[in-house]
């Protein structure tokens, strides 16, 4: 039975060059990108100072509790967005609560790292792949499944790319509520896209993207009235996002594994789930087992965490090379 074609081209060239002109512009801006060496918890508790860091430099220590920055309390989000980010060289005066007592210090912001510079570089570059791989395999097959494909690909592309500093206002808010839209439906994408996937299984595309609109939704209107950070709603957002990434990412591994399973060893190989399950494994888990840790435990810092997203390389490589092998042949639905 042939496929049902799904072109489409032209919309997805538009989009991802307008994703692609997004990444140059936030690459070209990276000179401007600050570097202060901690990390927080995501309620403003240090858990990670790095050596001769800014951070370290300025005297703050792990266990410390920002209660301010520059003379903004860290709850007053509408004072902190409409200050903007930091300059390199301009500095902060920190106050942190250390043990139950009141500690200042001042942080004098540098230029990126390094490392955190060839990071950024290196996440640049897998926002180009995966843009590419999913246009160029659509143009290729030219299906409903290639389509899906690419739309998630194009998706996950943008994730990899930081975008221009946009001055503080409604722009700046309403740029920022569309990208976080984007992030939390290539999630859902990616889990589409997996459910799609010969042997279809069958499932409620409705049902499937609930969970990402109602995420979307929420940060658009934390980010229409910039509600006061308190520790109720930074622990409320830091579940609500670990909760929609570990489901998508669990449930990508869980069906494909599923398929996999039921397949014999030659309709594997007809549909390409070896190359799927290779790409599945090394790009997602490690980064399911990240966000699971870092959503339970915050504080806890597990070796190698910057490089982590590094594993996503094997998504555009092995789920490229899986569909190109596809054959056309009829695979029952699940």
Known sequence: MKTKSKNHLGLLLLVGMLFLIWGVMGLMDSKNYTYSGYQTDGNNKI??????????????????????????????????????????GESREFVVDRNGEEVTASLTYAELSQKDSMLNNLAFVMGILFIVMGIFTHYRKKTVLSYTFAIFMLCFGFIFFNGPYIEPGFTERLLSALSITIVLFSFAALANYMLYYPPKSRYNLKLLYAPAILAALVFWGLEMTLPDSTSTLNLGIRIMIGAVIIFYFALSLYVLIRKYVRATPEERKVSGLNLMLIGALIGLLPILVYFTINTISPGTIL?????????????PVFFTLALLQKSTARVSVE
């Open 303 to 315: 070796p190698g965490n910057d490089y982590v997203f590094l594993t996503f390389i094997a998504i």
């Open 47 to 88: 858990v990670q100072v790095e050596d001769a860091s800014p951070a370290a430099v300025a005297g703050l220590q792990i266990g410390d509790v920002i209660q301010s920055t520059g003379g903004i309390p860290v709850t007053d989000t509408k004072a902190l967005v409409e200050r903007g980010r930091p300059e390199i």
